[in-house]
């Protein structure tokens, strides 16, 4: 099994150094890609990332769906491992992923934990061990065989929010999607930013208009103007 891990950035300096190290460092022979694609960065982000060793292209069309899309098109590993440039990956996802796949599964993601000690957001964490919808998303990372991804073709690219649960609901319908029993770490920058509820809330309202089939347009201003 050969993986590829795919990166969609916008101004993510801060973190992608340490996250292409971490990958290069652990990925091991396996490993046959690792690309970085941009969505019209303004800060120095592509620099890091090929200072730091990964492929690093422009999308033509800004947006996480149409960025790991693109990605998807300029790769060649058999398993896609979507990764969002604040996360920290396990160091053992080459071979939880490969276990995975032998066990019968075509796609799924880590459980996850902030970077934070907020009692709230330990709780929030501890609820990404289970299989509801609402307790998944991309800052958990997606690992997806390339031959259900193509059956699927790929992410929605309507969803300019929520193509991460768009996909997960369409897995879901076709072939089995687990939960691997580890820990990722992720950002708490948008919670440090508002207060834990007004995140809740926000993101309630998303889902709700998710699941109501309105326009991601519609969702993705709704949510923007809610935060900070």
């Given at each position: ?58 999308s033509v069309l800004p ?151 309105v326009s991601p347009i ?11």
């Open positions: 099994m050969t993986l590829t891990v795919i990166i969609p950035t916008l101004n993510e300096v801060d973190h992608i150094r340490q996250l292409i190290c971490d990958i290069r460092q652990y990925g091991g022979t396996y490993l046959t890609d690792l690309l970085v694609v941009d969505g019209g960065s303004s800060d120095d982000t592509v620099a890091q990332a090929q200072a730091a060793g990964a492929r690093v292209v422009t947006g996480r769906a149409n960025q790991m899309n693109y990605g998807a098109s300029l790769t060649t590993g058999e398993v896609l491992y979507f990764v969002h440039a604040d996360v920290k990956i396990h160091p053992d996802f080459v071979a939880d992923i490969r276990q995975a796949v032998a066990d019968g599964n075509d796609a799924g993601c880590y459980r996850f934990k902030f970077a934070s000690e907020h009692p709230m957001l330990k709780l929030n964490s501890y609820g990404t061990r289970f299989p509801g919808l609402m307790s998944r998303g991309g800052d958990q990372t997606l690992f997806i065989t390339r031959s259900l991804f193509n059956r699927l073709d790929g992410f929605h690219e309507r969803y300019v929010v929520m193509e991460d649960f768009d996909i997960i609901t369409r897995i879901r319908a076709v072939a089995r999607f687990c939960i691997i029993p580890k820990d990722v770490i992720v950002s708490a920058r948008k919670y440090e930013s508002n207060s834990w509820l007004r995140v809740q809330v926000a993101n309630l309202t998303a889902f709700s208009l998710f699941f109501m089939n519609r969702i993705a201003k709704t949510y923007r103007k809610m935060l900070h």
